[in-house]
């Protein structure tokens, strides 16, 4: 149960794009198509942003989307907005009924 | 609105044993899978466990197995955790969530942990 591999800090200014990737292996990032991303202000609850590799909840922004390929995931987020600016984790199920997440990401708007 | 409160935590002595509550409201826990999810200070996410609708299937993290018990009441609509042998490194804000198919839906407010002598 390794954890995925993430950047520790990307950033952008305001407008910008910026994409995180998220680093496993065919055990897990690769070997399934649940791998899910959560955003965590300060102090806060995570906030599920992408599910099942590339699907949004209802009533997260369509400038967040999700992409994989072999064992890298990725989050794109687009026309960068100051409230964007916080902490971001990947998860891959690992099977079993087991999970694992990346080390997470802080993301800062210049 | 749906919402998940945890309590139960607080500061215990290494080797002590702690029982975590996650209270479910504005949902059925019963449809759903549930997991608890913990945060060291400064640090990141870390899974912890997992229990299916019904309870009869569960699973843990290897850094817990053994020491780790993860339980529901669906009649009381409440997630437990019963920590035993707890470590220093158990240190951390343990959140539940709700699960919807493979990810982590709904998530708690956390509940403070601290494991010092």
């Known amino acids: 149960q390794s954890a995925l591999t993430q950047p520790r800090s990307v950033s952008g200014s305001p407008g910008q794009s910026v994409t995180i990737s998220c680093t496993g292996t065919?055990?897990?990032?690769?070997?399934?198509?649940?791998v899910s991303w959560y955003q965590q202000h300060p102090g806060k609850a995570p906030k599920l942003m992408i599910y099942d590799v590339s699907k949004r909840p209802s009533g997260v922004p369509n400038r967040f989307s999700g992409s994989k390929s072999g064992n890298t995931a990725s989050l794109t987020i687009s026309g960068l907005q100051a409230e964007d600016e916080a902490d971001y984790y990947c998860?891959?199920?690992?099977?079993?009924?087991?999970?694992?997440f990346g080390g997470g990401t802080k993301l800062t708007v210049l | 609105e749906a919402q998940l409160v945890e309590s139960g935590g607080g500061l215990v002595q290494p080797g002590g044993s702690l029982r975590l509550s996650c209270a479910a409201s504005g949902f059925t826990l019963n449809r759903n899978w549930m997991h608890w999810v913990r945060q060291g200070p400064g640090k990141g996410l870390v899974w912890v466990s997992y229990?299916?609708?019904?309870?009869?299937?569960?699973s843990y993290a290897d850094s817990v197995k053994g020491r780790f018990t993860i339980s529901r009441d669906n009649a009381k609509n409440t997630l437990y955790l019963q920590m035993n042998s707890l470590r220093a490194e158990d240190t951390a804000v343990y959140y539940c969530?709700?699960?919807?198919?493979?990810?982590?839906?709904?998530w708690g407010q956390g509940t403070m942990v601290t494991v010092s002598s």
């Open positions: 969530a709700r699960g919807d198919g493979y990810s982590l839906y709904l």
């Open positions: 229990i299916n609708s019904d309870g009869s299937s569960t």
């Open positions: 065919s055990s897990d990032v690769g070997g399934y198509n649940y």
């Open positions: 998860c891959s199920y690992v099977g079993s009924y087991t999970w694992v």
